[in-house]
C-alpha cells in the first residue's frame, strides 16, 4: 500500500470521488475524458490494493451521539493489538499508533452515557497493558468546505458536473432514529460506500425501493455522508500528526476556524480537557511539519501551548476495519 503513488488519473479519480462517492463509472469517466473501462479499471486497483475506497461514514452528531477523542498510554509490546482491538469496535474510527509506539489516539462515538462509561471507565482502565488513559468530549468540529486533502485536481466546471443535487431539508422534525435495516445498511456502507443496491437490499432485508429511499433520508438528515477513505502517503503526504492546543477562550472559534482552512488540517475541533483544541495535520515530510508549525501554527498568538505526536501507524481511518 505504500509503496502506491497516484498519478494524476488516479488523483483526479480520487477528487471526483470525493464530490460524489456513488457517482457511476461513466459519468466520471464522461467529465474526465477517459472511458468508462478505465475509470472501473483504475478505481479497482487502487480499492484492491488498499489505497482508496469510497465508504459511507455516519455523523453521529446528527444522531445525538456524544464523540470523544482517547488518548492511551500503553506498553510498546501491546500498542498494535490493543488499536487493533479498538479498530474493530465499529463506533471508533482514526486510530493511530503514535509516539514511538507508546500511545494511541482514537476517536469513538457513543450512543449513550452507559457506552461511554463501559468503555471509558471499565475497559480500558482494566486492560493491563494500557499505563494511562485521557479522554476528551468533542464540542465542535471545523472542517474546511470539501475537506479534500487531495489538492483540487478538478477543474471548477468539473466539479459542478460532478456534484450530486442537495439533498432536501430532513422531513423528521426531531432527527432521524436508526431502524435495524438502517445499521444494517449503514454497516454495508462502512465497508465500501459503493456497495451496489442489490446487495444493499440483500443486506438489509428491504426491497430496492425502500433501500433507495432509506438512503435519501439518511443524507436529508446528514447522517450519511460518502467520502474517500485513503492513504496520505499515496498522495506523497508522509508526516501526520495529532496537535493538542491550549487556546484563550475568546479567541478559541477564530483560531479554529484559521486551521481549518490550512490545507495540512483534515480536522479541527474544540475539546473539554487540559487543552481546547485538537487538530489532525497531514504534510508532505517532517520538514514541511516544521515549516508548518513554525509558520502557520506559531504566528497564532491566542495559542498558549502546543503538544505534537507523529502518527507511526494507521489501524482505522473513516471506514469499517478491514482485517489484513
Known amino acids: 500500500m505504500e509503496s502506491i503513488i497516484l498519478d494524476e488519473l488516479d488523483r483526479k479519480l480520487a477528487h471526483a470521488l470525493e464530490i460524489d462517492g456513488r457517482a457511476s463509472f461513466s459519468r466520471i469517466g464522461q467529465v474526465l475524458g477517459v472511458s468508462e473501462t478505465t475509470v472501473a479499471r483504475r478505481y479497482r486497483r487502487l480499492r484492491s490494493s488498499g489505497v482508496l475506497r ?3 461514514a455516519v455523523n453521529g452528531v446528527a444522531l445525538g451521539y456524544m464523540s470523544w477523542t482517547i488518548r492511551l498510554r500503553c506498553t510498546p509490546d501491546a500498542a498494535t493489538s490493543i488499536a487493533t482491538a479498538l479498530a474493530r469496535r465499529p463506533d471508533t474510527y482514526w486510530v493511530h499508533v503514535m509516539s514511538g509506539g507508546t500511545e494511541i489516539s482514537c476517536f469513538v462515538q457513543l450512543r449513550t452515557e452507559g457506552e461511554r462509561d463501559t468503555l471509558l471507565l471499565e475497559k480500558l482502565p ?3 497493558w494500557v499505563l494511562g488513559v485521557s479522554a476528551h468530549a468533542m464540542l465542535h468540529g471545523f472542517m474546511r468546505p470539501g475537506n479534500w486533502s487531495g489538492g483540487d485536481r478538478l477543474s471548477p466546471d468539473q466539479v459542478e458536473q460532478l456534484r450530486p443535487p442537495a439533498p432536501e431539508p430532513a422531513p423528521e422534525p426531531d432527527g432521524v ?4 435495516a438502517d445499521e444494517r ?3 454495508a456502507l462502512s465497508v465500501d460506500g459503493r456497495t451496489g443496491l442489490v446487495e ?14 432509506r438512503l435519501a433520508r439518511l443524507s436529508r438528515a446528514g447522517v450519511l455522508a460518502y467520502t474517500v477513505d485513503i492513504a496520505p502517503a499515496a498522495l506523497g503526504h508522509k508526516a501526520e500528526a495529532r496537535l493538542w492546543m491550549s487556546v484563550r477562550p475568546s479567541q478559541l472559534v477564530p483560531v479554529a476556524e484559521t486551521l481549518a482552512q490550512h490545507p495540512e488540517a483534515g480536522f479541527v475541533a474544540v475539546t473539554t480537557g ?3 483544541l485538537v487538530a489532525a495535520v497531514t504534510c508532505r515530510d517532517n520538514r514541511a511539519f516544521y515549516r508548518y508549525l513554525v509558520e ?9 501551548s502546543l503538544e505534537t505526536a507523529p502518527v507511526m501507524r494507521t489501524v482505522k481511518r473513516s471506514g469499517a476495519f478491514l482485517p489484513i
Open 200 to 213: 444493499l437490499a440483500a443486506a438489509s432485508g428491504l426491497q430496492e425501493p425502500a433501500v433507495r429511499r
Open 185 to 187: 445498511l449503514l454497516a
Open 177 to 180: 432514529t436508526l431502524g435495524p
Open 54 to 56: 469510497v465508504v459511507g
Open 126 to 128: 482494566r486492560t493491563h
Open 274 to 276: 487540559p487543552t481546547n
Open 296 to 304: 502557520r501554527i506559531g504566528v497564532l498568538d491566542a495559542i498558549t
